[in-house]
């Protein structure tokens, strides 16, 4: 028995709280109900397994939370449980034809530490999803139309939370879309670049990425009215550093992809809100 069992039994033992009959009766009730029988066979075990093992979690994660407080005030101690963002697929559309295909999940994120912010995501990513549907069927009949959403969760911890969309158009030529969105867990609140840097932040980052464009003669950052924006896509790497993205085309030719450009944090760091 480890620490967190002890905890959990001495912290129980010092309750005076009788069992209620009828949750009693639904303990029994389950483990009565499992097969008695069982193969020496490992694929018949298996499933016999399955089923003590649901009825532990019934017992350990459903029933004793709402029967000890003690047991529950134990439970929600442990960091792991409910720590985590959870990402859903909200919707899939699927649509094809000889000349036309729309493959798209929309995703919803679920953070109840931080719902607010959590809502304001769904809203940004549901936007974007619904104009790009929009947009393909108004296009139909136009040539050949192809349009594919999907996500993926980059970042997912107790301090910071990042989801990835990605959209692809087709239609003479191809386009690629990146969209990241972000819940700061430490404050509850739902981030922008904007709300990310100061102003001598961003004159900091603008002044690297123009450095590392001019390293290479395909980049052409005069080509758009503003090189770094309130509501510019980023991330952050794994070791801290500031990560810029770009859509195709937007400051080089299309075979340039989504331009990215890292961002050590020291450029940065200083310059937080």
């Not at 066979?41 to 397994?49: D, G, M, Q």
């Amino acid at each position: 028995m480890n620490r967190f069992d002890n905890e959990i039994r001495n912290s129980i033992s010092k309750e005076d709280i009788p069992m209620p009959e009828n949750f009693t009766a639904a303990v029994d009730e389950t483990l009565n109900n499992l097969p008695v029988r069982f193969s020496t066979k490992r694929r018949s075990f298996l499933p016999r397994l399955a089923s003590a093992a649901a009825a532990l979690v019934f017992v350990f994660f459903m029933a004793l939370p709402n029967v000890s407080p003690a047991y529950a005030k134990v439970m929600s101690e442990v960091p792991v449980i409910g720590a985590l963002v959870e990402v859903f697929t909200l919707r899939s559309y699927s649509e094809a034809g000889e000349t036309y295909e729309l493959e798209a999940s929309v995703p919803v994120v679920q953070d109840p530490a931080n719902a607010e912010a959590a809502d304001l995501l769904n809203q940004d990513v549901q936007q974007l999803t619904e104009t790009v549907i929009r947009q393909f069927h108004a296009d139909l009949g136009e040539g050949y139309q192809g349009a594919y959403v999907d996500y993926e969760t980059v970042t997912n911890t107790d301090a910071w939370f990042t989801l990835k969309l990605t959209v692809n158009q087709v239609e003479a030529s191809g386009s690629t879309i990146l969209r990241y969105y972000h819940i700061d867990r430490t404050t509850g609140t739902y981030v922008t670049l904007g709300d990310l840097l100061t102003a001598e932040g961003f004159a900091a980052v603008e002044a690297e990425l123009r450095a590392q464009m001019a390293k290479d003669e395909n980049y052409t950052p005069e080509d758009t009215d503003a090189l770094l924006t309130a509501d510019q896509s980023f991330y952050f790497a794994e070791n801290g550093d500031l990560v810029i993205v770009y859509d195709e085309y937007e400051i080089a030719p299309g075979f340039m992809g989504n331009p990215e450009f890292t961002i050590p944090a020291a450029v940065f760091s200083g310059f937080r809100k």
